[in-house]
Every structure is written in structure tokens, then in C-alpha cells.
């Protein structure tokens, strides 16, 4: 059983920035790749990033050059730089370890003027 803890959420305003993390119970973003999904209010819930466990990233278009993907093994985290919000960016965003059920519980980032 692994559990998945996301923080950093917050209301910012457009242009602002925010630092999600997703921290593990167990060791295990040193062997397994994870990813970020974001669910907004009446929305289906969409892909925003991954990132291998060799530390590979992908981004979904609408983030990609305003998100950055990082991991810290050690700490059993990574983390999701988010630079340049915009309101759409509004939404509750989950971690997921890829291949298996494990989410975490969300985050919302909330961006508004």
C-alpha cells in the first residue's frame, strides 16, 4: 500500500506562482514514474505532467513552458513548479503513480484576480 500526499495548494493571482508536492509513503519515484492530473469545477479530470523514474518529463500543451517537473528520491517527493497561473490553471490537481490505483487526496490551486 502506498499513499500519496499532495500540498502547496493555494489562491494566487494570474501571473503568480506555486510549488506542488507529492510526497510517498514508501520509496518508490526512484523505480516508478508518477504524474499530475488537475479536475476542474464541472470538468472531466485532464493530464498535466509525468515525469520517469529516470527523471524524464512530459507536459500537456496548455502548461508546457510554465510547469517544470523535479524529484527529490530521497525525500520520496516531486514537485510541480507552476509559473505564469492563469485562471484556467483553476482546478483540484492529483498525483498519481502510474500502473496502479494510487491518488492523492488533491490540492486546489485557485487563480483569480
Known amino acids: 500500500q502506498v499513499q500519496l500526499v499532495e500540498s502547496g495548494g493555494g489562491s494566487v493571482q494570474p501571473g503568480g506562482s506555486l510549488r506542488l508536492a507529492c510526497t510517498a509513503s514508501a520509496t518508490i519515484f526512484s523505480i516508478a514514474a508518477m504524474d499530475w492530473y488537475r479536475q476542474a469545477p464541472g470538468s472531466q479530470r485532464e493530464f498535466v505532467a509525468r515525469i520517469t523514474s529516470g527523471g524524464l518529463t512530459d507536459y500537456a500543451d496548455s502548461v508546457k513552458g510554465r510547469f517544470a517537473l523535479s524529484k527529490n528520491d530521497a525525500r520520496n517527493t516531486v514537485y510541480l513548479q507552476m509559473n505564469n497561473l492563469k485562471p484556467d490553471d483553476t482546478a483540484v490537481y492529483y498525483c498519481?503513480?502510474?500502473?496502479?490505483?494510487?491518488w492523492g487526496q488533491g490540492t486546489l490551486v485557485t487563480v483569480s484576480s
Open positions: 498519481h503513480l502510474i500502473g496502479s490505483n494510487y
